[in-house]
T-cell receptor, first 120, second 116 residues
Framework: GAVVSQHPSWVICKSGTSVKIECRSL??????MFWYRQFPKQSLMLMAT?????????EQGVEKDKFLINHASLTLSTLTVTSAHPEDSSFYIC????????????????FGSGTRLTVV | AQKITQTQPGMFVQEKEAVTLDCTYD???????LFWYKQPSSGEMIFLIYQGSYDQQNATEGRYSLNFQKARKSANLVISASQLGDSAMYFC?????????????FGKGTRLSVIA
């Protein structure tokens, strides 16, 4: 099936530093990547949609200068949390749009394994 | 208005019993898809079952079945013969419109606890 590899799985960083999260599609081309944030015991909230080769579209209330998304290739999308603060501590997970005709892909969406970010 | 509503923050079920997790949705688009995911404590999203808006029959996948009532806009997940490993968060999600570059919208989730 279509697999998205997300790294790192967890990261601890100091307040004020930047953290980069990578989502790499291993055996398919991900033209679209969705980035979600999940606070403890809450739902997945869409942060932004990125399409290969173009600027990401951010959801209302998400600071695009703080959460930099790059989708420069068909196999790699990155989310950089710049000048991280403790309130940015959360679980970040990417989801790639996959051609639904591809076998063993759950109806067009495949998720990375998530990144747990802790800012101290 | 919320697109996906899950009204049960937590549910308990005895091992080997069946349990129903509720989900209602709101859309004016005639074409949509409904998904259920399981999220264990590790955080990964595990796909369970899918129901398309034009599907005539309720979806089933092993111990999982989806009770799709289109007129009531509900898509409840039924887990039969619960196992201890079923303890996790369960999310209902929706894709609006035809399959394309649209994201899934998630409900707030239901935490299921299976008791031995």
């Amino acid at each position: 099936g279509a697999v998205v590899s997300q790294h790192p799985s967890w990261v601890i960083c100091k307040s004020g530093t930047s953290v980069k999260i990578e989502c790499r599609s291993l055996d398919f081309q991900a033209t679209t990547m969705f980035w979600y944030r999940q606070f403890p015991k809450q739902s997945l909230m869409l942060m932004a949609t990125s399409n290969e080769g173009s600027k990401a579209t951010y959801e209302q209330g998400v600071e695009k200068d703080k959460f930099l998304i790059n989708h420069a290739s068909l196999t790699l999308s990155t989310l950089t949390v710049t000048s991280a603060h403790p309130e940015d501590s959360s679980f970040y997970i990417c989801s790639a749009r996959v051609n639904p005709s591809r076998q063993a892909t759950p109806y067009g969406y495949t998720f990375g394994s998530g990144t747990r970010l802790t800012v101290v | 208005a919320q697109k996906i509503t899950q009204t049960q923050p937590g549910m308990f079920v005895q091992e080997k019993e069946a349990v129903t997790l509720d989900c209602t949705y709101d859309t004016s688009d005639p074409s949509y898809g409904l998904f259920w995911y399981k999220q264990p404590s590790s955080g990964e999203m595990i796909f369970l079952i899918y129901q398309g808006s034009y599907d005539q029959q309720n979806a089933t996948e092993g111990r999982y079945s989806l009770n799709f009532q289109k007129a009531r806009k509900s898509a409840n997940l039924v887990i039969s013969a619960s196992q201890l490993g079923d303890s996790a968060m369960y999310f209902c999600a929706m894709r609006e419109g035809l399959p394309g570059n649209t994201p899934l919208v998630f409900g707030k989730g239901t935490r299921l606890s299976v008791i031995a």
